[in-house]
């Protein structure tokens, strides 16, 4: 018999996993999920769908745009930077056009300082080039 906890970390897994979809891609999730298909993985990705996915980001009062945002503005100031790539591809996803990530980037390097700013920008930008060679539409 599954415990309290397990059943609510499952229901949010199911309410967690098309938002994430959604958000970075099926094929973002897929690899995520085979590359941490290891017993020991599975259990971070378990409770990132759920809790992250399923229990934050289905929240009312933000919207997925909005999100997208702040998510962009804490990795860049953390220097996060390989989840900052991951969230700039959601943000675009979600409709944050090319002009409101770089004036997020610009308040991170006032706020935060010019090298977290710095990294920022490069990751960003990378992602976004990659995205338009590969055909995704993005907002000036």
């Known amino acids: 018999m599954a415990s309290k906890r397990e ?18 891609s099926d094929a973002y999730v897929d690899n995520a999920l085979k590359n941490g298909g290891t017993e020991f993985a599975k259990a971070m990705q378990e409770f990132t769908t ?7 980001w289905d929240r009312p009062g933000l919207d997925r745009k909005q999100r997208s945002i702040v998510n962009i503005a804490m990795l860049a100031a953390t220097s996060k930077i390989h989840e900052l790539a991951i969230h700039v591809r959601g ?26 700013g710095m990294e920022a920008f490069k990751a960003s930008e990378q992602v976004l080039v990659k995205m338009a060679e590969e055909g995704a539409t993005i907002k000036p």
């Open 50 to 56: 759920a809790f992250c996915w399923g229990a934050v």
């Open 91 to 116: 943000a675009v996803n979600n409709g944050v056009s090319a002009t409101e990530i770089r004036e997020i980037l610009v308040q991170v390097c006032i706020y935060m300082g010019v090298p977290a």
């Open 7 to 24: 059943e609510l970390q499952k229901g949010l897994y199911e309410v967690g996993m098309p938002i994430r979809r959604a958000v970075l």
